[in-house]
């Protein structure tokens, strides 16, 4: 479920192509502005990051990354209560409940953008 929730945050939230390059492994495109990922390769201009570092589900960074440029304009709200990460978007009504914060941040947003 992960590297799928991972691949949608690339795709859906962050609005990045998928390419498959260098040596056959799947990479996901960038823009270059994302250049602090790891691994990152440039060929032809384009920024390049393989698909195995762009985990938003488990990175917290990455999941911040997603966070900026989704949630700042729906008002998402990440709180820790008794060792359970909560994430509230009271514009779409979504409240989520995960061990993991950054699990949690990707389970809104995914929820979000699946109603719009």
Sequence with gaps: ??????????????????????????????????KHIQHIKEANGEWFAPSSYWTPTTDMNQAMMCVEKFGRKFGLTLYEESMTWLVDLPEFEIDVENESAPLAICQAIKEALNEV
């Design 1 to 34: 479920m992960s590297e799928e929730l991972n691949r949608f945050m690339a795709e859906k939230v962050m609005g990045w192509e998928t390419k498959d390059v260098y040596d056959g492994h799947y990479w996901i495109y960038l823009s270059g502005t994302e």
